[in-house]
């Protein structure tokens, strides 16, 4: 395993991700009942941008750094504001030197009666992230893999909650387990929410995921797919 997310760690992907995630989580607490978040892929949990890894790309500059620093219309504003919270709850003397990644994300949201399950393979993001939920009763660091996990963990006792997919995709076959992983906890967990995280680089790539999207209610998927395919349609006409 190659990849390290210190790297990327606040960038525009990891912004737009983290929005997303705080949005489907801030809907499941207008509810009382309990749910259940399962982060397959969960990373380090908190990241320096002062540090080695993040200086070298600087891709946080052009994400949550200009986010911050953005004004934002009336109607994007009070949607993010949730997100810019927590962030700003880890950068407590106003500068921008921490990032949290989505299991602390997630657990900033957690009431009382929620739990939080993360997978981290790799032991250097797993020790951090050990460290940074230590003491938790209601997050669990599990020391495995997460598509291993994904069939184990569902269904949780909770009726709601959200399983959180983002794999690194270093391996061909991530598509592939992508796609099956979530129709097998799907099909076992109809009544929970599903966050798919995955680059939409190739439309080989994408359209193997239709399949298993397309048993669901994936609107959010189809839309993005569908506004790709008029944008390349559009950028054809335009030759
Ligand atoms: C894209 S990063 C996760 C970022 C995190 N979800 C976030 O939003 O902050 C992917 C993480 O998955 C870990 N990983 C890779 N393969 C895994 C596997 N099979 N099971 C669990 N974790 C894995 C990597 O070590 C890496 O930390």
Not at 35 to 50: E, M, P, S, W
Not at 184 to 198: N, Q, R, V
């Amino acid at each position: 395993m190659n990849y390290r997310h210190a790297f990327h760690a606040g960038n525009f992907a990891d912004v737009i991700k983290h929005i997303v995630l705080v949005r489907i989580l801030t809907y499941l607490q207008e509810k009382p009942a309990a749910f259940r978040v399962i982060d397959t892929h969960a990373g380090a949990g908190i990241y320096d941008l002062a540090g080695e890894e993040a200086g070298r790309g600087g891709e946080w500059l052009t994400g949550i750094a200009r986010l911050m620093q953005a004004r934002l219309s009336d109607t994007a504003g009070p949607l993010v504001a949730p997100y810019l919270d927590i962030v700003r709850a880890f950068n407590p003397q106003r500068g921008l030197t921490a990032y949290p990644g989505s299991p602390l994300i997630a657990r900033a949201l957690l009431r009382p009666q929620d739990r939080l399950v993360a997978c981290e393979l790799e032991p250097i993001a797993r020790k951090h992230l050990v460290g940074a939920l230590r003491r938790d009763t209601q997050a669990r660091v599990v020391d495995l893999d997460g598509w291993v996990a994904l069939p184990a963990f569902v269904p949780p006792k909770e009726r709601r909650g959200l399983v959180l997919i983002d794999p690194p995709f270093e391996r061909k076959d991530e598509f592939d387990r992508l796609a099956s992983g979530f129709a097998e906890a799907f099909a076992k967990w109809p009544t929970g929410s599903y966050l798919l995280w995955y680059p939409a680089k190739t439309w080989r790539a994408v359209l193997r995921l239709q399949p298993a999207a397309g048993r669901t209610n994936a609107f959010a998927w189809n839309s993005a797919w569908r506004r790709r395919r008029r944008m390349a349609r559009s950028r054809r006409r335009d030759f």
